[in-house]
């Protein structure tokens, strides 16, 4: 079947990939969840993981957000190391600080909306501009409210998370991360813990992102169709490894492997 019309146009190849992995490992005691995992994702492209629960998905994304610790291998963002990097043919870790000043770069939107219940909506977004970033509460409380309308929730600067629907805590989620102006947005499942009649805006979102930026995404859906429309590349994964990867079309009406044919026939 040839592209819909819509098919992203996938950015050219850059010498110096946004994220790369590189012989990649992770375990959590004796389950091995990552297993020499190489691949690369370009600046500006938009990168979709899918398989089934358990594949090591989200993990990727946690790996590469430091919210987990890699057993083995090397992480790249920019073409510099996140958290090791081999000096004499020896893994050395880091300095926390260093890995923390890369991770201003990078925001994640996650399945739960890990809102602070005690502050506004304007309140959760300028958190991190202010205190991370070292923005004047002025300077951080305009762009908020800019981001708040561009999410559709102008009207909402002031209300508490409890005052929101799983929809809208989302929506104020994905402004929050984008407050801080990241080159690279993961994102994991974000519509997974919604009502089904909610799920819709925030897609919505998320799609207006993808056509209007050329921030680097990293996603982790169930939502084929979604990742079908906003994709350059679509990843199948099983048993954390990459069983095949093309564009969405490729994946979606030809796959070549029959561990992602059964998976996207028990899906679509």
């Given amino acids: ?15 110096t990939p946004a994220i790369e992995f590189k012989d990649v490992e992770k375990s959590f005691g004796p389950t091995t969840v990552l297993k ?23 993990t990727i994304l946690r790996l590469v957000m430091t ?11 920019d073409g510099k190391p996140l958290t090791f990097e081999e000096r004499d043919g020896k893994r050395v870790e880091l300095p926390k600080k260093r890995t923390r000043e890369m991770t201003t770069r990078i925001g994640m939107v ?11 909506a304007l309140e959760n977004i300028i958190e991190a501009p202010v205190h991370v970033l070292g ?7 305009k762009e908020a409210k800019e981001l708040l309308e561009r999410v559709g929730l102008a009207d909402k600067a002031d209300a ?33 813990a919604l009502d089904p009649e909610l799920v819709g805006d925030v897609l919505g979102v998320l799609r207006d992102i993808a056509e209007t930026t ?29 069983l095949e990867e093309g564009p969405p079309d490729q994946i979606f009406n030809n796959p070549q492997h029959e561990r992602t044919r059964s998976f996207l026939s028990s899906v679509l």
């Fill in 67 to 77: 919210l987990e610790e890699l057993t083995g291998g090397y992480i790249y963002v």
């Fill in 1 to 15: 079947m040839p592209p819909t019309e819509n098919t992203p146009t996938a950015p050219s190849a850059s010498a």
């Fill in 110 to 120: 996650f399945q739960q909306f890990n809102l602070f219940p005690n502050m506004t």
């Fill in 36 to 58: 020499n995992l190489n691949f690369t994702v370009a600046p500006g492209e938009r990168v979709t993981l899918i398989g089934p629960s358990g594949s090591g998905k989200t």
């Fill in 214 to 242: 050329d921030i680097t995404m990293l996603l982790v859906t169930h939502e084929m169709q979604f990742a079908r429309d906003v994709s350059h590349r679509v990843m199948m994964f099983d048993s954390g490894q990459v």
């Fill in 135 to 141: 923005k004047s509460k002025a300077d951080a409380s």
């Fill in 160 to 192: 508490h998370p409890t005052r929101l629907s799983g929809g809208q805590q989302q929506r104020v989620a994905i402004a929050r991360a984008l407050a801080m102006s990241p080159e690279i947005l993961l994102l994991d499942e974000v519509t997974s």
